[in-house]
């Protein structure tokens, strides 16, 4: 009897655990069997290999193959072992020799022809195969998305030939130079293309400073998603860390990562038809959903009563976690998912409530219905609610475009510097203790706010959120107590709590 034992990896959220692939080849009659893979995908396995190996010549052998893939309790997708299974039957078989095995990671999907396919989730395997020190053998289309990790060793190959060659020490396989694209800073369209709109646009940089997430309400074509497609280019520039954590997600859901988002802020809108599955994620092999592809970036919801209630309710968790765990029969995943959420809504179902008047004709039980659609619990937890009534089309050549977003840009990490040296972490995120050692107001201040909160019958966790939001604007301002015109300000983009 022959062995030939081999490395690859599984996904499990952004965890990617080794897995062994052993092949076995003994006498009796000729069989080919593959344990540790869902039993639907294992005659695809052997369909796949066995073409690929005739097809490149080799000898498939007629005798007794068992392939163990193990352990066997991990998500495994079967398409990455094509690989590892077929290079384990040419060494158990002497086609190919062994000695060399040992130092690399194999994970690729076969053609019948042979051609390596690209992989889902290479980057999250790089990460780890790199903490094993072993170099990866991946498919050529999955290279350069495996090397942003900077340390990491990658063989690229584009077929099975190809590494068979490599470790025959026939033909090496050349490591993957890094392309200097990922090092480039990406361009987001500029809020000063939005005319007018001083109100949004300075809402949009408070929430952009203290990682507030934010509610815009007004009539259709007021601006609502220009607005929100120029939020992430609000936000300070991606670190190395977060920019991988965002390519390692895009790489595991299924639109896959493509180069030229590295370092862009995620800008995710999903529609509001989406499952609750699409939005936070899920699946048989748990992939990120919406939520986490919008990891360090924005998750812009238009039309926010239109979602399904049960759907956003989903959100509330992750929304003050920063994750989401999955678990979906024995397999459990987490994901990250600190996003940012922006969400647009009109003010009634026809959308013209208030602002032209006469044109809307919905009952004020129509407009409450619409718009206790949302839960409160969800509106409770967006901390800046803000109204965009359209800019009348005579005024648009009038009104000023106002700052450039690099502008705007600067001011937020200038805030943000201040909260990271003082809290260690951004505004929206303090806990009620943390808020009240690091967002008290003077005197004034406590006083309006006092007098706002029984005025309008605010609830406590309204008035911690009006905190945060003014400790942001001192932040932006450069101040460091938190005063009345700092709560007055806060206040009234608690504009929901009102009505
Ligand atoms: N303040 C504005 N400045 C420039 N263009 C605007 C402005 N408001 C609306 N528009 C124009 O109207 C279109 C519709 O805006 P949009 O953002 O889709 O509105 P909403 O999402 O609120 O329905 C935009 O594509 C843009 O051309
Ligand atoms: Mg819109
Ligand atoms: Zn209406």
Excluded: W
């Amino acid at each position: 009897m022959s062995l030939a034992v081999l490395h690859s990896r599984a996904l499990a959220g952004m965890d990617a655990p080794e897995v062994t692939v052993e092949v076995h080849l003994s006498g009796g009659l000729p069989s080919f069997t593959i344990v540790g893979l869902p039993e639907a995908e294992v005659k695809e396995a052997r369909d796949r290999v066995r073409a690929a190996l005739i097809n490149a010549r080799f000898e498939f052998p007629a005798r007794r193959l068992t392939v163990n893939l193990a352990p066997a309790d991990l998500p495994k997708e079967s398409g990455r072992f094509d690989l590892p299974i077929a290079l384990g039957i040419l060494a158990a078989s002497g086609q190919l020799p062994a000695d060399r095995l040992e130092e690399y990671e194999f994970a690729g999907e076969l053609s019948l022809t042979g051609d390596l396919r690209p992989i889902r989730g290479a980057l999250a395997m790089t990460y780890t195969a790199l903490r094993c020190g072993r170099a990866f053998v991946l498919p050529r289309a999955s290279a350069a998305e495996a090397s942003l990790v900077r340390e990491a060793r990658i063989l690229p190959a584009r077929t099975l030939l190809e590494v068979c060659a490599h470790l025959a020490r026939r033909e090496n396989l050349q490591p993957y130079i890094a392309q200097a694209a990922a090092a480039a800073q990406p361009d987001y369209p500029d809020l000063a293309d939005v005319k007018g709109q001083a109100q949004a646009k300075r809402a949009l940089e408070i929430a952009a400073a203290g990682g507030h997430s934010l509610l815009m309400t007004g009539p259709p074509g007021s601006g609502k998603s220009m607005l929100a497609a120029r939020f992430p280019g609000l936000l300070p520039p991606m670190s190395d860390t977060e920019a991988l954590e965002s390519a390692a997600l895009q790489s595991l859901g299924s639109g896959g990562f493509r180069l030229e988002q590295f370092r862009r802020r995620p800008f995710r809108a999903p529609h509001h038809s989406a499952s609750s599955v699409a939005l936070v994620g899920g699946g048989s092999d748990p992939r990120p959903g919406e939520i986490s592809l919008a990891h360090r970036g924005v998750l812009f919801l238009d039309e926010l009563p239109e979602f399904e209630r049960r759907v956003l309710e989903t959100l509330r968790g992750p929304l003050e976690s920063g994750r989401v765990a999955i678990s979906r029969a024995a397999r459990q995943a987490e994901f990250p998912a600190r996003f940012q959420l922006v969400a647009a809504m009109n003010p009634c179902m026809c959308g013209y409530l208030g602002h032209y008047s006469g044109r809307c004709h919905c009952t004020p039980d129509q407009v409450l219905r619409y718009r206790s659609k949302i839960s409160g619990p969800l509106l409770d937890r967006i901390d800046i609610h803000i109204e965009v009534p359209a800019v009348p089309a005579e005024d648009l050549s009038r009104v000023s475009n106002g700052d450039v977003s690099s502008v705007i840009r600067a001011r937020v990490e200038q805030a943000r510097a201040k909260m990271i040296t003082r809290q260690a972490k951004e505004n929206a995120r303090l806990t009620t203790r943390e808020i009240d050692s690091h967002c008290a107001p003077d005197g004034k201040g406590a006083t309006l706010l006092m007098h706002a909160i029984s005025r309008l019958g605010l609830s406590a966790r309204a008035y911690h959120r009006i905190l945060k939001v003014a400790r942001t604007i001192a932040d932006v301002a450069g101040v460091e107590r938190v005063s009345a015109a700092h709560v007055a300000e806060a206040v009234q983009y608690r504009r929901f709590d009102r009505t």
